[in-house]
C-alpha cells in the first residue's frame, strides 16, 4: 500500500509542475492497482481538464462521485467540467445538487451565482449571491460580485453599497477600485481552512481508514485546491 501511495504522490508533484500526461500515465498506473480512491480519479480527472480532455474528465469526476457520493466538492467541480464542455443543463443540475447537500454553506450559493452571471441569468446570480451574503454577511467577494450583477441590472445606488461593503470588508483587494470600469468578479473562495491532512501509516488498518476518509474530505474541500481549479477556470474559461 505504502508503495502505490507513493505513485500517487508522484503523479500529482507531476501535476503541479504542469506536466499532466505524465501525471494522468501515473495516476492511471494507480488505479490499475486501486480503482477504490475517489481522490485518484478526482486528481486525474483534474488533469484531464487542465488538457481540455473534458470528455474524460467528466467520466473520472463521476467515478469519483459514485465512490464518494456524498461529496458536495465533487458535484460542483464536475459542474465547472461540464460548464466548459458547454453543457449548461448538465452543468446547473451539478451546481444545485451541491446547494441541496450543503444548504447552509455560502459558498454553494456564491459558485452558482458566478456560474449563472456568466450564462446571463443576473436574477439567478442575484438571488445566489444574496443567500451567499445571508449565510456569510462578512464575505467580501460575494459583495463585489454582488455589486456587479446589480450593477449590469441597472440597480447602480445599491451596487456601490455592496462594493463598499466589500471595501470595508477587504480594502486590500477592493479598495482600490474606485471606478465601475476597473471592477471585475472575483472567483468565489471557501472558508474556513480545512485541518491539514492526517498521516497514513499501514501498519495501523483501522486507523488508516478513518484516517484516509478524513483525508479524501480534507483534499476535496481544500480551500487550496478550489482556488487553484476556479483560478484555472475563470483564466481558460471566462477570459480573465
Known amino acids: 500500500m505504502e508503495n502505490i501511495n507513493i505513485l500517487l504522490e508522484t503523479a500529482s508533484s507531476y501535476c503541479q509542475k504542469g506536466d499532466f500526461k505524465q501525471g494522468i500515465h501515473l495516476y492511471s498506473q494507480y488505479i490499475t492497482k ?93 438571488n445566489d449571491y444574496q443567500k451567499a451574503l445571508e449565510l456569510d454577511p462578512e464575505d467580501a467577494i460575494s459583495h463585489n460580485n454582488l455589486g456587479l450583477v446589480l450593477g449590469k441590472m441597472g440597480n447602480h445606488k445599491i451596487a456601490e453599497k455592496h462594493y463598499k461593503d466589500a471595501e470595508k470588508l477587504d480594502p486590500k483587494n477592493f479598495g482600490m477600485k474606485k471606478s465601475s470600469d476597473e471592477k471585475a468578479d472575483v472567483t468565489p473562495q471557501p472558508k474556513p481552512e480545512p485541518a491539514p491532512l492526517p498521516t497514513i501509516k499501514s501498519n495501523q488498518k483501522e486507523q488508516a481508514k478513518s484516517n484516509f476518509g478524513n483525508t479524501v474530505k480534507a483534499l476535496l474541500t481544500s480551500s487550496e485546491e478550489r482556488k487553484e481549479f476556479w483560478d484555472f477556470v475563470k483564466g481558460k474559461v471566462f477570459g480573465s
Request: net charge positive.
Open 34 to 126: 486501486n480503482n477504490q480512491n475517489p481522490v485518484a480519479f478526482y486528481q486525474r480527472g483534474k488533469a484531464y481538464f487542465k488538457i481540455k480532455d473534458y470528455q474524460a474528465a467528466q467520466s473520472d469526476l463521476s467515478k469519483a462521485i459514485k465512490l464518494k457520493p456524498d461529496s458536495a466538492e465533487l458535484y460542483a467541480e464536475r459542474g465547472l467540467i461540464y460548464y466548459m464542455a458547454k453543457k449548461q443543463d448538465a452543468a446547473m443540475s451539478d451546481f444545485n445538487i451541491a446547494v441541496e447537500m450543503e444548504p447552509e454553506n455560502p459558498f454553494r450559493y456564491a459558485s452558482r451565482a458566478f456560474i449563472k452571471d456568466h450564462l446571463n441569468d443576473l436574477q439567478g446570480a442575484k
